[in-house]
């Protein structure tokens, strides 16, 4: 059981962090549309905020603990990269990622976002499915 506390606080600490951004901004916690927003230069002082507490909190918590965590990626650079600029256009395609659907647009019953969020997940396990015949 203690295994699942890391993951438990973490998904605790999204959610109070995208409350307090809507609640006190008026803003949805989009890393898509906050990064997008920060390019185009709109309201850079609180976005960049956001983008950097993004940058800084595994800094903190290898502070905090000693070490980052274990982490093995068994791709290639150039499939992470076609990866990420897919991620991108799938993005831009679905009018946001999946932090500002699952978390703030099921929270606000967003029509859209109950339909984004099935997409990205039927997406995920048809993936997960077809990968794991090939293993």
Request: glycine letters at 16%; charged letters at 5%; proline letters at 4%.
């Amino acid at each position: 059981m203690t295994a699942y506390w890391p993951s438990l606080f973490g998904g605790m600490l999204l959610g109070v962090s995208a409350m307090i951004l809507l609640l006190v901004n008026g803003r949805i916690a989009g890393i898509s549309g906050i990064v997008g927003r920060l390019l185009g230069g709109q309201q850079v002082v609180t976005n960049a905020a956001f983008v950097i507490g993004l940058v800084l909190g595994p800094l903190i918590y290898a502070a905090a603990f000693g070490a980052l965590p274990d982490v093995t990626i068994a791709a290639s650079w150039p499939v992470l990269v076609l990866a990420g600029l897919l991620v991108g256009v799938g993005t831009r395609m679905g009018s946001g990622c999946t932090s500002g659907h699952g978390i703030l647009g099921l929270a606000r019953f967003s029509p859209r976002s109950m339909a984004a969020t099935a997409t990205f997940l039927a997406a995920g396990v048809a993936t997960a499915t077809i990968l794991g015949f090939f293993r």
